[in-house]
């Protein structure tokens, strides 16, 4: 769908004007309603702005008995032709301050609604340069520009609902609290007894300002009697789906929940400086943490938290199983459930550059295959 041009008059009519617009929860996407008083179309866009999705709206003048490509060609959304509206003859102008908006929970879609229905979906599967647009109310046939919201009204209403409450949830009093004590009294019979405790990491990247990535915070396992090994966890990131696992996994619950973890024997404030710039990348940049998945170093290789005086790591290896590297037998950390989703920890090996480059070109498990030959431990010294 062809952007409309902010500002400038289109040959056929106005300006176009903003309806509505609003960040998503994280901050990583943009929802901009517009209306050029004949078309309404909005756009999902990313952090640069781009257009990452898109679907029309409504028409608000008499619909073409054809695609409307005068306006398409002059760089304007067309109006959709009468074989594809619920309203023929076009409909009233939105009035933006009637419009719900619901981020879903992972932050890579949205639905309006309006008067209680959904007038549009935009889903995180939504991709303008491969010509799937979103999902509107008042389209009834497929075009490059929407799909009849009815197609999918089966999935998105209770993944409305589902979002809905996930945001409710997350504005009342005491559920951080709540959902923090559940992360906190699982570890405990997992790993016994915490040390040191850091509150919100995200804040750490964002100097001391709140961050619009989820809240979370690092708990420490000190060593014991059964382990001479620190273990450090995430608590927070569970508490919301990751992004865009739809696009890759058919049933995305078991995968959807994760927390992050480490096992070192290095300081431990040093070592859980790697989790303020991991706990969010999800969110920040709108993907999801697979296991086998390798992450590098956003800054200089000399200043990556585990154990670089020389340099040396400039990623991480994100394993499920890290048994599969040599080293004490791993604790188990599954059991816990978040709204009916599995959590899974995933431990965090460092790499090197060459490491990471070989793990992109030839694949996870042969990288796996060859730190297991050389005889790399999954806890960090």
């Keep these: 769908m062809s952007v409309l041009r902010r500002g400038t008059a289109s040959p056929r009519g106005p300006a176009a004007t903003i309806v509505h617009a609003e960040a998503s929860p994280y901050g990583s996407r943009r929802l901009v309603v517009e209306s050029d008083g004949a078309v309404t179309v909005a756009y999902l866009r990313d952090a640069r702005d781009s257009v990452i999705g898109a679907v029309w709206v409504a028409n608000h003048r008499t619909a073409p008995a054809s695609l409307d490509r005068p306006r398409l060609e002059a760089g304007s959304a067309p109006l959709l032709p009468e074989s594809h509206v619920a309203h023929p003859q076009g409909r009233e102008a939105l009035d933006g301050s009637t419009l719900e908006v619901v981020w879903f929970e992972e932050g890579d879609g949205v639905a309006v609604l309006e008067a209680g229905d959904p007038l549009f979906v935009i889903p995180g599967w939504s991709d303008m340069a491969r010509g799937i647009p979103g ?29 809905r409450e996930h945001w409710k949830m997350c504005r009342a009093d005491g559920s951080w609290a709540q959902f923090q004590q559940s992360v906190l009294g699982h570890l405990l019979q997992r790993l016994g007894p915490g040390g040191h405790y850091w509150h919100d990491v995200g804040r750490q990247l964002s100097g001391g300002r709140t961050s619009p990535s989820p809240t979370v915070g690092v708990t420490e396992r000190p060593a014991r009697g059964d382990r001479d090994f620190t273990i450090l966890s995430s608590v927070g990131m569970s508490r919301q789906r990751m992004p865009t696992v739809e696009l890759y996994e058919d049933d995305v619950a078991p995968y959807a929940r994760i927390e992050l973890a480490v096992a070192s024997t290095l300081q431990s404030q040093r070592a859980g400086s790697i989790f303020p710039w991991l706990a969010q990348y999800p969110w920040r940049s709108v993907t999801w943490f697979a296991p086998g998945d390798v992450v590098k170093w956003y800054h200089e290789a000399r200043t990556f938290p585990l154990g670089n005086d020389e340099g040396e790591w400039e990623g991480v290896l994100l394993l499920e199983d890290p048994g599969r590297l040599n080293g004490p037998a791993v604790p188990a950390l599954t059991g816990l459930s978040v709204d009916g989703d599995p959590v899974r920890w995933l431990w965090l090996v460092p790499i090197t550059g060459e490491e990471h480059r070989y793990a992109k070109s030839e694949g996870s498990d042969a990288l796996i295959r060859r730190l297991a030959q050389q005889g790399r431990s999954w806890i960090v010294s």
Excluded: C, H, L, N
Aim: hydrophobic content about 40%.
């Design 135 to 163: 999902y509107a109310r008042d389209a009834t046939a497929q075009s490059p520009f929407a799909f009849p919201i009815d197609e999918e009204i089966a999935e998105f209403g209770p993944r409305i609902e589902r979002a």
